[in-house]
DNA sequence: TTGAAATTGATAAGCCCTCTCAACATGATA
DNA sequence: TATCATGTTGAGAGGGCTTATCAATTTCAA
């Protein structure tokens, strides 16, 4: 609870400072983004019919590119498909992508991270934020 | 020059093992290809429109993909369209993408890929490719 | 050389996402 | 609290990139 408080100020202090309004439909759809670990604008439109049948997918992914503005959300290619993430509500992480099944599974190294920085720093960049997938096969799928 | 032979005869290889066959656009595209370091079709079929002013944007996309099925290519999304990789030319590389110019820098870095590979095989896959994006500021953007 | 099977080129179709715009909601102001 | 300028929404049209369709053509094993 007192997460989602928390990242609705984030959205709230976005929203003032680029003179955008706080709607029930960018709640609705916040309270439900940070239910979960990625969505699909798809995904939430199906989720969300049932709260709000006029719901249109039209606002969600204006929405959901919102929440990228703001640092809550970012966005991520998948197939065809646009991913977008939750990363405020815990910290950053990877991920393993099953090219079989479309399985993902999360997975955080500090190394890898810290070796990032020294890459980033070798060629004088500062890093703001950073995307590793790692594609494959998931034990079900390897047969 | 033997390098190209090289992918040819991967091509070749491939190609038997499906029931495909080797056609002229399919060593034309190939052959451009391996010119290159990442392409999209697009810009493929562009260059391509001298030496053979019919060859089709759908071949040049089904031929890509064919690429990509024999292992000598790999997609990647970048943006809106699809980038197609050459990476049996040189190593795998990543890249490090300034979001304030756009500029991309290419790196590789062995340690990280070790790292990949123990992260996926904890997790039980077998990674086939990985995309790996550090986005930040440039030397030149960081005021 | 022949012919079954794969491939091509042109374009239609499809998919995902964004734009358009009239109707509506928000929130600063009085 | 009422007003109203401005931002937002929903529905569908539009657009960019990629794939499917299919008749004509090419490949290659026999």
């Known amino acids: 609870m007192s997460k989602n408080l928390k990242e609705m100020d984030v959205l709230r202090q976005h929203l003032a400072k680029h003179q955008l309004k706080l709607t029930r439909q960018r709640e609705l759809i916040l309270t439900a983004f940070l239910r979960q670990e990625h969505v699909t604008a798809e995904t939430m439109y199906h989720q969300l019919a049932k709260k709000d049948p006029h719901l249109g997918l039209a606002t969600i992914y204006r929405t959901l590119n919102l929440f990228c ?15 977008y993430d939750n990363i405020s509500h815990k910290g950053h992480h990877d991920h393993l992508i099953c090219t079989g099944c479309g399985t993902i599974v999360e997975f955080e190294n500090c190394e890898i991270e810290r070796l990032q920085e ?4 070798k060629n ?18 390897r047969h």
Not at 118 to 121: H, K, S
Not at 124 to 141: A, D, K, N, S
Request: glycine share 10%; aromatic share 8%.
């Open 124 to 141: 004088g960049f500062v890093i703001q934020t950073h995307r590793l997938e790692l594609y494959g096969l998931c034990p079900r799928c």
């Open 69 to 83: 503005e703001a640092g809550i959300a970012q966005a991520r290619h998948f197939g065809t498909q646009t991913q």
């Open 118 to 121: 020294e890459v980033a720093t």
